[in-house]
């Protein structure tokens, strides 16, 4: 048999040499934003945290709830930093993964940080004349601190893209290989922790909000174990009489039907007092109609033990996003009441399990013009 000629195609070595040129190109991005990630974690550990704790413009508790762990995750790039220029990529990574619990400690710091942040620039004019001052330096280029603070948050997502593109690139005889892929795993759970950590802030935030807009005995206790998916405005369909506007709040066990205070109220004028509180695990749920499209919009029937809801939307798009969100919450929920408080899931978790029961649904809305995000905040 007749070798192949030297011009002859080589389809195994035409595929290391795309490998390795994707290599080069995600090695070379991580070696320069990790100098760029580095000089600015030096600017706000220098300009900030440095002359802050020098000064003494902010009391230590103060300024550790404000910055956390800033400064160790600034030491954490400085080692690594160099094992990058060397093109040790596997050795530095290696190295770096044990300071990714930094990351987790800043992302739980977090809505602390912004907390202290608002606090000190509304009461201590000291700390806000030196705040004008150090972000008016140069070497800023313009960025304030509420900038810059969730920085390492943002690395830590671009570390993920990076490591992981990188192993994949990686030959697998190559000897770093190994190394490498041990970081993209570790890095990308890292991150999946840090993302649920945000999660459970922005729940949190709600969850308040939504509380302090409410009164009423029923509207006490919302902030207990409970995920808000929705809230808006429908029209009530009694058995007589004309439709009535009352505003939802769905959260991941239960619907809250509320009415708005009178704008003349002294005290709670652009409150709402709760009517009633509906258990989601009891829900039967349907379109009575709304189902073509059409401009007219829609019904929908809830079925609880001891009562039945008609709800009403003149606008289609919406009642489609609340058939949707209500259905998740009916058809994942945990029926036991107290695995209810003590378990909830996550929105994107209650996402995932629709999808998976519902894939017919998924399938008709991306071949009528793309999937839509059932989960609106």
């Not at 007749?2 to 190109?25: I, L, M, N, T």
């Not at 302090?212 to 006490?220: M, Y």
């Not at 945990?334 to 998976?356: D, T």
């Amino acid at each position: 048999m007749a070798s192949p000629g030297p011009g002859a195609r080589c389809p195994v070595r035409e595929q290391r040499a795309r490998w390795e040129r994707k290599r080069a190109r995600t090695a070379r991005e991580l070696l320069e934003t990790e100098r760029r990630y580095q000089e600015q974690l030096g600017l706000v550990a220098t300009y900030f945290v440095g002359i802050l704790r020098a000064k003494g413009t902010l009391r230590p508790p103060e300024r550790q709830a404000l910055f956390g762990p800033w400064e160790l995750i600034y030491g954490a790039s400085q080692e690594l930093l160099p094992y990058l220029e060397g093109g040790h990529w596997g050795q530095g990574l290696q190295g770096f993964c044990p300071h990714l619990e930094l990351y987790t400690q800043y992302a739980a710091n977090a809505e602390r940080s912004w907390t202290t942040l608002q606090e000190q620039l509304k009461r201590n004019r000291r700390f806000r004349r030196f705040l004008q001052l150090q972000e008016s330096r140069p070497e800023f280029g313009g960025l304030q601190l509420q900038d810059l603070l969730p920085l390492p948050l943002q690395r830590l997502q671009q570390y993920e893209n990076l490591v992981v593109f990188l192993a994949e690139n990686t030959d697998p005889n190559s000897p770093d290989h190994q190394q490498l892929t041990r970081a993209a795993r570790l890095i990308s759970e890292t991150a999946q922790r840090v993302h649920t950590i945000g999660q459970k802030q922005k729940n949190d935030q709600h969850l308040r909000r939504v509380q302090a807009l409410l009164s009423g005995r029923q509207a006490k206790g919302l902030t207990s174990g409970r995920w808000f998916l929705r809230q808006g405005w429908l029209l009530v369909v009694p058995p007589r009489g004309e439709p009535r506007p009352r505003m939802f709040f769905l959260f991941s066990d239960v619907l809250l039907m509320a009415k708005p205070r009178s704008p003349l109220h002294l005290l709670q004028s652009g409150t709402f007092a709760c009517q009633a509180l509906y258990p989601m695990a009891q829900c039967e749920l349907h379109r009575v109609f709304g189902h073509s499209g059409g401009p007219c919009g829609g019904l929908l029937s809830l079925s609880f033990p001891h009562e039945k809801l008609l709800l009403m939307s003149t606008d289609q798009e919406e009642l489609l996003r609340w058939y949707c969100s209500l259905t998740l919450a009916v058809r994942v929920v945990i029926p036991e009441p107290e695995l209810i408080v003590s378990s909830p899931q996550r929105p994107e978790e209650l996402e995932e399990s629709y999808k998976f029961q519902n894939p017919e649904y998924f399938r008709d809305r991306s071949e009528s013009g793309g999937q839509r995000n059932l989960l609106q905040y």
